[in-house]
């Protein structure tokens, strides 16, 4: 039976959004069914009901549209970052009369079901709304901080590794060049999955993560610079300090710029080791640290052939679960596999790790990639 679906994108942006959506419209339309692209995640609904848009305006196909060249179909989304529906990272205004005209949305557009890709903090919302207005849902799993729970992968975190890793080998040279400490920091609210995983594959010295270093503290601090004064004297002397944005100041508070704060630190307490009678402290005089904050750079960029990939796996996935009326799943990678999760239990366990303030899909501490760093010789705390 021929379906009309829609599709939202929401929360914070990343590589690969495009890639699903035109890996959805694709298999959508070579099933003959419709597929509407709602802008701005569920504020597209808000807006359709106050007439923004038209039902026909949000229509999106594969080929048929009336422009030259690369432009006449969709594949040219699958090489574009950020989303073309455009995204909210905003969370629920909390406003019942705005629910109420979202639902609405969602049945004036006489959908079967509705494609929902985002983060842990958007599917919570989403999912709530559509228990409320009795939607079909199918959420696929997207960020840059890969910690989107019962999932391995979400889209966007394999292009950001690359992003971050290719940071790393640039600052190597110059670091190199000028004896220096380069400390970079990366996203991850509350996870360390970028920092470890583009930490060593980039040659990072230290890794800094909030599962293994929650915050800073004066015996982390002198263990850091150590490790730098033990790489200088064995001579090499540049090295790489990773930090995710989630690890705390010395005073236990989220910090701004914590690469900052972490190379002053680092500048400081080497120079105060080197004033102790542990002269090995001294060589090279005091490390001369710089910071780099990769920012919003990491969100962006071409996705990589694996976030494609895992992309068009997905959306084939999310429209076989529609074609089986098999709704309120969470698409998933696991185990080397695309399979799916009940939304239910997801968000149950996402709420619950959000009251508790903790992350729903942190790093193993005792992990394979931690030892696997360890053992490589970075310091990780
Ligand atoms: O959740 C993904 C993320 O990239 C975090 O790592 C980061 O803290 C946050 O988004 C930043 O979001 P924004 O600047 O868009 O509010």
């Known amino acids: 039976?021929?379906?009309?679906?829609?599709?939202?994108?929401?929360?914070?942006?990343?590589?690969?959004?495009?890639?699903?959506?035109?890996?959805?419209?694709?298999?959508?339309?070579?099933?003959?069914?419709?597929?509407?692209?709602?802008?701005?995640?569920?504020?597209?609904?808000?807006?359709?009901?106050?007439?923004?848009?038209?039902?026909?305006?949000?229509?999106?196909?594969?080929?048929?549209?009336?422009?030259?060249?690369?432009?006449?179909?969709?594949?040219?989304?699958?090489?574009?970052?950020?989303?073309?529906?455009?995204?909210?990272?905003?969370?629920?205004?909390?406003?019942?009369?705005?629910?109420?005209?979202?639902?609405?949305?969602?049945?004036d557009l006489e959908?079967?079901?509705?494609?929902?890709?985002?983060?842990?903090?958007?599917?919570?919302?989403?999912?709530?709304l559509a228990q409320q207005g009795q939607w079909n849902i199918i959420a696929i799993p997207k960020t840059i901080d890969n910690d989107v729970p019962f999932t391995e992968r979400s889209i966007g975190f394999r292009t950001a590794v690359d992003t971050v890793t290719s940071a790393l080998y640039n600052l190597t040279f110059t670091a190199a060049s000028h004896d220096r400490t380069m400390v970079v920091q990366v996203m991850g609210r509350d996870a360390g999955h970028l920092a470890l995983h583009s930490g060593i594959a980039g040659g990072a010295d230290v890794i800094l993560i909030p599962e293994l270093t929650p915050q800073i503290d004066a015996n982390l601090m002198n263990d850091i610079c150590i490790r730098i004064a033990q790489l200088r004297k064995s001579g090499r002397k540049f090295a790489l300090v990773i930090v995710a944005e989630g690890v705390k100041n010395l005073q236990g508070e989220k910090e701004k710029y914590i690469g900052d704060y972490l190379a002053q630190q680092i500048d400081e307490i080497s120079h105060q080791l080197c004033l102790t009678d542990k002269p090995e402290f001294c060589n090279l005089d005091k490390i001369e640290t710089r910071a780099t904050v990769l920012g919003h750079i990491q969100r962006s960029g071409t996705p990589s052939s694996y976030d494609r990939l895992l992309a068009a796996a997905f959306a084939k996935k999310a429209l076989d679960l529609i074609a089986e009326e098999h709704y309120n799943q969470l698409v998933v990678w696991q185990n080397g596999e695309v399979q799916s999760q009940?939304?239910?239990?997801?968000?149950?366990?996402?709420?619950?790790?959000h009251q508790q303030g903790v992350c729903p899909s942190p790093i193993n501490p005792d992990g394979f990639l931690v030892q696997t760093a360890r053992s490589l010789g970075i310091y990780l705390g």
Not at 58 to 74: K, S, T
């Open 111 to 128: 959908l079967d079901a509705l494609i929902a890709v985002g983060g842990d903090g958007s599917l919570d919302i989403i999912y709530d």
């Open 1 to 107: 039976m021929n379906k009309r679906i829609g599709i939202l994108t929401s929360g914070g942006d990343c590589p690969g959004l495009n890639a699903i959506i035109r890996a959805v419209v694709k298999c959508a339309s070579h099933k003959g069914w419709e597929v509407y692209g709602i802008p701005y995640g569920t504020e597209g609904f808000l807006k359709l009901e106050q007439g923004t848009w038209q039902a026909e305006d949000l229509r999106l196909q594969e080929y048929g549209y009336n422009l030259p060249g690369l432009l006449q179909g969709i594949d040219i989304l699958q090489f574009l970052s950020g989303s073309i529906l455009g995204s909210l990272s905003k969370g629920n205004t909390g406003d019942k009369a705005i629910a109420q005209t979202i639902i609405q949305g969602y049945k």
């Open 342 to 353: 009940p939304l239910d239990k997801v968000v149950a366990y996402i709420k619950k790790c």
